[in-house]
C-alpha cells in the first residue's frame, strides 16, 4: 500500500494565556494546579487533562492551552486563586497559530526546517521543544504518534505553511528515522 | 592517447545500460556508473579543457573530487552549472557538458598563446604589472585579464532545481565510506552508539576493491560487502552514499553535502540536500590523495595519476591509454602496472626513480615480465595534445635524455598524502613524517571540542595507515618498501625544464613560479600561496599542496615542517550555492510578516514597504493614480474627513507586578509610575549612554498593570531590552512583562469624522467627556471586543482601536463601512510620515540616529526632573551632551518652497581641516506637505531653536544649493484644538 503523504493543516483554534510568575515557589504551584487541574510540566514539557494543556515555556512562563470560551473565566480563576502573589497572565489567543503536521514521515518534515533532534528516542510525546523552523521560531509538540503539532507566530503563519508544505513536497523519503 | 573501453572488466558499470551524453558538439554514448571522465576516456576524448592562464591543453588527471584539469559546464539554461568535476560527476542519459576556458574552440584555442609567452607571465605578474597606472587597471587591465583567464561561465538563469537541509544528530559520524570508515562504524554501532557514515561517492568500500588485498583470508571486497550488509541491518546506522563531508565546525557540528539527483535527474526531489549534523565524536576516514610527480611537461593530457589509471580500467572498463609509461617512487604505482597488464595493455617500462627497487609488488611486476628501471626518470613529455612518448633519464642528474619511449599515457605517482582536511578544520595539527614523505595528522596536538577532549579521531590512509594491514587486524596486502622523496624529476632539471614542471594544474603555478617567489623573498606559504596562486584553485592544492611547500622549502634551504602547509578550510571540496540556501528562496527567502489585515491591503492596492520584516501599505494607489497623488489624496482626506491605518505592528508590551511602575520609571525618562488607570503617556526610552533609543505610549490598565505600545522595529528589541534590565539587574523586582503584539489587530480611526465613524458601530460612549484626549477605555465596538486609546500621531482626531488579531479583518471591514459616508480612505505610512512632520512629532530612525539625545529634539518636557534616576540620566549630565551647541532641533523652510532633500547638509563658510565645507546641521526628515501646499521638513542645526528665522543654505547632490528658514517644527495646528476637539 503506497504511504499517505504527510499533510499540513490548520489545528483547531484554541484559547491561549500567557502566564509568568515564580514557578518554583510552592504557594503559587498550587493555585495553578488549583486553578487548572494540572501540575506544572518539567522544563521542556507539556502536561494535558481533558482538553486543558499547560506548556512550559520557559522557568518563569507556562502556556495554558483551553477552548477558546473559557478563556475569561480560566483568567480570574488564575488571579483568583494567585491572589497578590506577582505575575502576569494575559489571553494571547490570537497572538499564535497552531498546524497539525500529519502522516507517516512528519519527523522528516520537521527535521528539514529545525535543528532540534526530532529522533523517535529524543524527540517524544509529551515533550514541548520551542526552536526554530528555518527562520522563525516554533514550538512543536507530538499530538498522537502519527501527527505532531506546530505553533508559530501569526505574522509569520503564511511563511510557516508555505515551508511546512514545501518540505513535504520534496519527493522521496529520507528514511533517516527508523520508525514512522 | 588513445583511450579505448575493453572489452572486459569495469566492476561499477553496466554494460547492459547504454546512456547517450553530449560533450560540446558530440553526441558519445556510455554506461551507466560510468563517470563523465570514464565515459569520456572511453570515447578516445584526451582533451577536456583549457589551462586558467596559458591556456594549455589539459586531460583528465585523477579519478576522484582531486581532479584538477577536468572542468566541465554542465547541463544547459536554467539547469547550467560551471566549473562540474567531470571525475565526480555520474553519468545519466541526456547529460550535457561543455569544455570550459576555451575560444573558439577546445581543439583551436588562440589563447594559448599565453603559453608562448609564458616569460612574461611569472609568478606576481598581476601584482608587478598592472599597478601603474592607475586608471589602466579598471578600464584595460581588468577586462582583458577577465576574458583571457578564469574557468567556467557564470549561469545566466534561475536555478531550474530545489534544494533542502536536514538537521541529524549522531553519536558518531564517520566521514568515508572506506574499510577504515566503515570499520569504525561497525565497532560504534556495535557499542550501541547512534552512527551516521557519509561516503562521497556512490560507491563503498574506498580504494581496497581497486587495490586489492584480503582480511583475514577473505577478498577485501568481499569483507567490504559483508561490513555493509552488517552495518545495513543496525537501526541505529544510517550509510549515505554520494554525500560528501564538506566541514568541520565547533561543537561537533558537521556538514554533509549530499548530492541526492545529479546522478539522475529523472527521479525529481531536491538535487541536493545540506546534512547539518551534530555529533558527539567525528572520525575522519577521509582516505589519502596520490601525489604527481614534477617532470617536465607533466601537464599533457595523457599524463595521469597512477591510482587513477587502474581506478579507470578496473571500475570502468576504460583504459587512458594502449601504452602506458608507469613513473613512480613508490611500490604502491606498480598495482597500476599490474592491473594495466592484466588487462591486456601494453606497459613499455616502468621508471622507478629510486635506485633499488626491491618490494613484494616490483617482484610481481618482474614476475609478469614487466620492465623496471631504477634510477630512472622522465627528461620530458613528448606531444603537445596529447602524450606521444618520453624521454627517460636518470633521476640524478641534470636530465641528460638516454632514450626514448613511445607510449600514449604515462601514469605518474609521487606518493600518497593522507587527506587530513576534517581533522584539520577546526585546529588539528600536523606532523611531517619524513620516512613515509608526507603529513598526517598528529595524535599529540588533535583539535579539541569545548570540554577540552579531541573533537575528531582520525583512522585508516587519513591517518597515515596506508595499508591495509595496518588499518584493520587480519588486513593483508604485499609488503611495500619505502618511497624515496622525489620533488623534481630529474633531481637536477635546469630552469628549462623546470619552467614546463607543472605544480598547480589548475592556475597553472610551475615550478619556477614557486622558486621565483622564494629568489623575491616570499618565505611563508601562506604569502607564497597567494602571490603565485598555487593551491588556490577550485581543487584547493588536493595535488599541488604537498609537492609545493616541498619546492618552497629546497628552495628557502629549509626542511619541509619549517615551512609547514597552508590552512585546510571547510569545505572540502566545492558546494553548491544552492545547497547552502536549502529552502530559503523564492517566497520562502526570507520570512515575511504580515499584519491580520493583509490580504485586505493587497486587495486595496497597496504598494508595499518592508518595515523591518513586516510589509505595510506605503500607500493605496487608485485605478490611474500615481503614488504621490495617492498619498496626497490619503493626507487630504484624512485631515478634511477621516482615515484609517493599520497600526498592528506597533510593539505592545505588557508588564505587571508590583514593582511595574518602578520599572517604566527607569526605563522611560518620563514619571510613569505617577500615571492614573484609564490615562495614556508618552514616554521616551534612552540607552545607558543617555541616546534615544525608541518612544511611544504608556497605558496604565491597572494597578500593577501597563501597556507599553513601541516602534514597530522597536517590538522585540524594546522587549529584549526590559527583560536583560529586569533579568540581569533588578532580578529582585517584582515584574513580568510579555510581548502581546501578535495578539492584536490595531486601527487607527483618524481625522474630524473620527468620532461618527466610531459611533456608527457602536458599543461605546467615545464623547470628548467620556474619552478625552490621552485616556483610554474597554468596551465592544460593533460587537467586537476592542480597546480605544484616544492618541494622535497625526494632530488630529484620532482614535487607535485594539481588538483581537483574530478579529482584525472585521473589525477593518466594520470601520470602512462606517466610514463610507464620511469618504474613509485607508491611508499608508507615508501619509503617516507626513501628516506626523507636520505635526513637528519626530521619528525614531529619521530624527534619532544613535547619536541624539531627548535634549537635541526639544523633548525636555518629557524628562521628569522629580526622578533619581532612569536609563540615560547620568550620561546625559556628561558636558558633551549637555553642551549648549549641540545641533538642536527645529523646522525648515524652502523660501521657494521646494522640498529639501532628504540628508541634505547646511552649508557653513569656511573649510574644515580635511578640507570639506563646515556644516551647521542636517536635515533629519523631508517632505512635500499637501496640507500646506509646500516643501517642510525638519533637521538637526547648531543652537537651532536660538537661531529661529534665520536662512540657512543647503547642498543638493548635484552641486547647488537651497536656502532654508528656521522656523517652528510645528507646521500644523500648533495649539492642538484638532487633537483634543
Same mark, same amino acid.
Given at each position: 500500500?503506497? @504511504? ?32 487548572? $487541574?494540572?501540575?506544572?510540566? *518539567? ?6 487533562? $481533558? ?51 500529519? *502522516?507517516?514521515?512528519?519527523? @522528516? ?13 529524543? %524527540?517524544?510525546? $509529551? @515533550? ?11 514550538? %512543536?509538540?507530538? @499530538? ?8 508559530? %507566530? ?21 528514511? %533517516?528515522?527508523?520508525?514512522? | 592517447m588513445t583511450g579505448q573501453r575493453l572489452d572486459t572488466g569495469g ?12 560533450f560540446?558538439?558530440r553526441?558519445l554514448?556510455g554506461?551507466?556508473?560510468?563517470t563523465?571522465a570514464s565515459a569520456l576516456i572511453a570515447n578516445g576524448r584526451t582533451l577536456v579543457g583549457r589551462s586558467?592562464?596559458y591556456h594549455r591543453p589539459r586531460g583528465i588527471v585523477a579519478s576522484?573530487?582531486?581532479e584538477p584539469n577536468a572542468?566541465?559546464? =554542465?547541463?544547459?539554461?536554467?539547469? !547550467? ?5 567531470a571525475t ?9 557538458? /561543455?569544455s570550459?576556458?576555451h575560444?573558439?574552440s577546445l581543439e583551436a584555442d588562440?589563447?594559448a598563446?599565453?603559453g608562448a609567452?609564458s616569460?612574461? &607571465? ?7 604589472? !598592472? ?32 534544494? /533542502? ?45 581497486v587495490d ?78 596520490e601525489r604527481p610527480l614534477s617532470f617536465a611537461g607533466n601537464d599533457i593530457p595523457g599524463v595521469m595519476l597512477a591510482s587513477a589509471v587502474r581506478d579507470y580500467v578496473v571500475n570502468y572498463g576504460a583504459a587512458p591509454g594502449a601504452r602506458t609509461v608507469v613513473v613512480t617512487n613508490n611500490d604502491d604505482a606498480y598495482r597500476t602496472a599490474l592491473a594495466l597488464k592484466r588487462a591486456g595493455l601494453a606497459v613499455p617500462a616502468i621508471l622507478d626513480a629510486r635506485p633499488k627497487v626491491?618490494g613484494?609488488l616490483p617482484a610481481a611486476a618482474r614476475q609478469a615480465g614487466l620492465s623496471i628501471r631504477t634510477g630512472a626518470a622522465v627528461a620530458r613529455i613528448k606531444g603537445a595534445r596529447g602524450v606521444i612518448g618520453v624521454e627517460v633519464c636518470d633521476q640524478d642528474g641534470s636530465g641528460a635524455v638516454k632514450d626514448e619511449l613511445a607510449c600514449d599515457c604515462v601514469a605518474m605517482s609521487g606518493g ?21 614523505? !608526507? &603529513? ?33 587486524? #587480519? ?8 618511497l624515496a622523496?622525489v620533488w623534481l624529476m630529474p633531481a637536477g632539471a635546469e630552469i628549462a625544464k623546470k619552467a614546463k614542471m607543472f605544480v598547480?594544474f589548475?592556475?597553472d603555478?610551475k615550478v619556477t613560479?614557486?622558486? =621565483? ?26 595535488l599541488?599542496?604537498?609537492n609545493? =611547500? ?73 485605478? #490611474?493614480? +500615481? ?6 489624496? /490619503? ?12 497600526? +498592528? ?92 503584539? /501578535? ?29 478625552? !484626549? ?7 465596538? #460593533? ?8 492618541? +494622535? ?17 472585521? &473589525? ?51 524628562? +521628569? ?25 527645529? #523646522? ?59 536662512? =540657512? ?29
Amino acid at each position: 500500500m503506497p @504511504e499517505a503523504p504527510v499533510t499540513v493543516s490548520p489545528a483547531p483554534v484554541v484559547g491561549m494565556i500567557t502566564l509568568k510568575a515564580n514557578l518554583a515557589a510552592p504557594a503559587i504551584a498550587s493555585a495553578i494546579k488549583l486553578a487548572t $487541574g494540572i501540575a506544572i510540566p *518539567g522544563p521542556r514539557r507539556i502536561l494535558s487533562d $481533558g482538553a486543558v494543556s499547560l506548556m512550559w515555556m520557559a522557568p518563569d512562563e507556562l502556556l495554558v492551552l483551553c477552548p477558546v470560551a473559557e478563556v475569561p473565566a480560566r483568567l480570574s480563576r488564575l488571579s483568583d486563586t494567585l491572589g497578590s502573589a506577582p505575575h502576569l497572565a494575559a489571553d494571547v489567543s490570537d497572538a499564535r497559530v497552531i498546524f497539525d503536521v500529519t *502522516g507517516q514521515g512528519w519527523r @522528516e518534515v520537521l527535521a528539514k526546517l529545525t535543528p532540534a533532534d526530532m529522533h523517535p528516542d529524543v %524527540f517524544v510525546a $509529551g @515533550e514541548l521543544r520551542r526552536s526554530r523552523l528555518a527562520q522563525i521560531p516554533a514550538g %512543536f509538540w507530538m @499530538e498522537g504518534a502519527g501527527s505532531v503539532r506546530v505553533m508559530v %507566530f501569526r505574522s509569520v503563519a503564511q511563511y510557516a505553511e508555505d515551508l511546512l508544505r514545501n518540505a513535504v513536497d520534496q519527493t522521496g523519503r529520507i528514511e %533517516f528515522f527508523n520508525t514512522p | 592517447m588513445t583511450g579505448q573501453r575493453l572489452d572486459t572488466g569495469g566492476r561499477l558499470i553496466d554494460r547492459n545500460k547504454r546512456l547517450r551524453f553530449r560533450f560540446n558538439d558530440r553526441w558519445l554514448t556510455g554506461y551507466a556508473g560510468d563517470t563523465l571522465a570514464s565515459a569520456l576516456i572511453a570515447n578516445g576524448r584526451t582533451l577536456v579543457g583549457r589551462s586558467f592562464k596559458y591556456h594549455r591543453p589539459r586531460g583528465i588527471v585523477a579519478s576522484g573530487a582531486e581532479e584538477p584539469n577536468a572542468l566541465v559546464g =554542465l547541463g544547459r539554461g536554467a539547469r !547550467f552549472e560551471p566549473n562540474q568535476r567531470a571525475t565526480i560527476t555520474e553519468l545519466f542519459e541526456g547529460l550535457t557538458a /561543455e569544455s570550459q576556458n576555451h575560444w573558439p574552440s577546445l581543439e583551436a584555442d588562440i589563447g594559448a598563446v599565453n603559453g608562448a609567452l609564458s616569460k612574461v &607571465f611569472p609568478a606576481g605578474f598581476y601584482y608587478k604589472t !598592472f599597478i601603474h597606472p592607475r586608471p589602466l587597471w579598471k578600464h584595460l587591465f581588468e577586462p582583458v585579464i577577465r576574458r583571457a583567464a578564469g574557468l567556467g561561465k557564470a549561469p545566466k538563469m534561475a536555478d531550474a532545481d530545489r534544494y /533542502e537541509h536536514f538537521y541529524a544528530h549522531c553519536d558518531t559520524l564517520v566521514a568515508g565510506g572506506g574499510v577504515a570508515g566503515l570499520a569504525a562504524a561497525l565497532a560504534a554501532a556495535e557499542a550501541g552508539k547512534r552512527v551516521i557514515v557519509l561516503e562521497q561517492s556512490s560507491a563503498w568500500g574506498g580504494r581496497a576493491p581497486v587495490d586489492g588485498g584480503a582480511v583475514a583470508g577473505t577478498p577485501v571486497e568481499a569483507w567490504v560487502a559483508e561490513t555493509l550488509a552488517a552495518l545495513r541491518a543496525m537501526p541505529n546506522v544510517h550509510l549515505r552514499a554520494r554525500t560528501m563531508v564538506a566541514g568541520v565546525y565547533d561543537h561537533g557540528y558537521v556538514i554533509g553535502y549530499e548530492r541526492v539527483g545529479d546522478h539522475d535527474p529523472a527521479v525529481g526531489g531536491p538535487r541536493h540536500r545540506l546534512w547539518r549534523i551534530r555529533a558527539e565524536e567525528i572520525v575522519a576516514a577521509t582516505g589519502a590523495i596520490e601525489r604527481p610527480l614534477s617532470f617536465a611537461g607533466n601537464d599533457i593530457p595523457g599524463v595521469m595519476l597512477a591510482s587513477a589509471v587502474r581506478d579507470y580500467v578496473v571500475n570502468y572498463g576504460a583504459a587512458p591509454g594502449a601504452r602506458t609509461v608507469v613513473v613512480t617512487n613508490n611500490d604502491d604505482a606498480y598495482r597500476t602496472a599490474l592491473a594495466l597488464k592484466r588487462a591486456g595493455l601494453a606497459v613499455p617500462a616502468i621508471l622507478d626513480a629510486r635506485p633499488k627497487v626491491t618490494g613484494a609488488l616490483p617482484a610481481a611486476a618482474r614476475q609478469a615480465g614487466l620492465s623496471i628501471r631504477t634510477g630512472a626518470a622522465v627528461a620530458r613529455i613528448k606531444g603537445a595534445r596529447g602524450v606521444i612518448g618520453v624521454e627517460v633519464c636518470d633521476q640524478d642528474g641534470s636530465g641528460a635524455v638516454k632514450d626514448e619511449l613511445a607510449c600514449d599515457c604515462v601514469a605518474m605517482s609521487g606518493g600518497w598524502s593522507p587527506a587530513v582536511h576534517l581533522w584539520s578544520h577546526t585546529g588539528g595539527k600536523l606532523i611531517w613524517d619524513d620516512a613515509r614523505a !608526507f &603529513f598526517r595528522p598528529d595524535p599529540a596536538r588533535p583539535p579539541v571540542g569545548a570540554n577540552g577532549a579531541p573533537s575528531v579521531r582520525v583512522v585508516g590512509a587519513a591517518a597515515g595507515y596506508l595499508h591495509l594491514g595496518d588499518i584493520l587486524a #587480519g588486513g593483508e596486502t604485499p609488503d611495500e618498501a619505502p618511497l624515496a622523496p622525489v620533488w623534481l624529476m630529474p633531481a637536477g632539471a635546469e630552469i628549462a625544464k623546470k619552467a614546463k614542471m607543472f605544480v598547480d594544474f589548475q592556475n597553472d603555478v610551475k615550478v619556477t613560479d614557486v622558486e =621565483l617567489a622564494a629568489q623575491e623573498g616570499y618565505e611563508s606559504v601562506e604569502h607564497t600561496k597567494r602571490y603565485t596562486t598555487l593551491g588556490m584553485a577550485t581543487d584547493q592544492g588536493k595535488l599541488s599542496n604537498v609537492n609545493g =611547500l616541498a619546492i618552497l622549502s629546497d628552495a628557502l634551504g629549509q626542511p619541509i615542517p619549517a615551512t609547514g602547509t597552508t590552512t585546510f578550510r571547510p569545505p572540502y571540496s566545492p558546494i553548491s550555492m544552492g545547497a547552502i540556501a536549502g529552502e530559503a528562496r523564492g517566497d520562502l527567502f526570507q520570512p515575511i510578516r504580515r499584519t491580520p489585515m493583509h490580504a485586505r491591503h493587497e486587495a486595496a492596492g497597496a504598494v508595499w514597504e518592508p518595515v523591518g520584516q513586516w510589509r505595510r501599505p506605503y500607500c493605496f494607489v487608485r485605478a #490611474g493614480e +500615481s503614488k504621490d497623488a495617492a498619498v496626497a489624496r /490619503e493626507i487630504r482626506t484624512t485631515r478634511n474627513a477621516v482615515g484609517m491605518l493599520d497600526a +498592528s505592528t506597533l510593539g505592545k508590551l505588557l508588564v505587571q507586578g508590583p514593582d511595574a511602575g518602578r520599572l517604566l520609571d527607569m526605563l522611560y525618562t518620563g514619571k510613569m509610575s505617577t500615571l492614573a488607570e484609564g490615562r495614556c503617556r508618552y514616554g521616551l526610552m534612552c540607552s545607558e549612554n543617555g541616546f534615544l533609543i525608541d518612544d511611544g505610549v504608556v497605558a496604565r490598565l491597572g494597578p500593577d498593570t501597563f501597556l507599553c505600545h513601541t516602534t514597530t522595529g522597536g517590538a522585540d528589541r524594546i522587549h529584549a531590552h526590559m527583560e536583560e534590565w529586569i533579568q540581569t539587574e533588578w532580578w529582585d523586582w517584582q515584574v513580568y512583562t510579555a510581548n502581546l503584539t /501578535e495578539h492584536y489587530a490595531q486601527v487607527a480611526v483618524v481625522g474630524p469624522q473620527a468620532r461618527r465613524v466610531l459611533e456608527t458601530l457602536g458599543g461605546m460612549d467615545l464623547s470628548a467627556e467620556a474619552l478625552p !484626549f490621552m485616556h483610554w477605555a474597554e468596551g465592544t465596538l #460593533g460587537g467586537i471586543p476592542a480597546r480605544v486609546f484616544r492618541i +494622535s500621531f497625526s494632530g488630529e482626531l484620532s482614535y487607535e482601536v485594539a481588538v483581537p488579531a483574530g478579529h482584525g479583518p472585521a &473589525f477593518w471591514d466594520a470601520v470602512a463601512t462606517a466610514g463610507a459616508p464620511y469618504g474613509i480612505t485607508p491611508y499608508g505610512t507615508e501619509a503617516l510620515h507626513v501628516m506626523r512632520a507636520e505635526k513637528g512629532f519626530i521619528m525614531i530612525g529619521d530624527e534619532t540616529d544613535g547619536t541624539v539625545i531627548p535634549q537635541d529634539l526639544g523633548l525636555t518636557w518629557a524628562i +521628569s526632573k522629580k526622578k533619581d534616576d532612569y536609563l540615560g540620566k547620568r550620561a546625559q549630565a556628561r558636558s558633551h551632551m549637555a553642551d549648549p551647541d549641540r545641533w538642536q532641533l527645529v #523646522g525648515l523652510e524652502t523660501l521657494d518652497g521646494s522640498v529639501l532633500p532628504d540628508g541634505s547638509y547646511a552649508v557653513a563658510d569656511g573649510m574644515n581641516a580635511n578640507g570639506q565645507a563646515n556644516v551647521e546641521g542636517r536635515v533629519t526628515s523631508t517632505y512635500h506637505s499637501p496640507t500646506l501646499g509646500r516643501g517642510i521638513a525638519m533637521g538637526l542645526v547648531h543652537r537651532g531653536p536660538d537661531r529661529m528665522g534665520e536662512v =540657512l543654505s543647503f547642498n543638493r547632490v548635484d552641486g547647488g544649493r537651497i536656502k532654508a528658514r528656521i522656523v517652528s517644527p510645528v507646521f500644523y495646528d500648533p495649539e492642538g484644538e484638532k487633537q483634543n476637539a
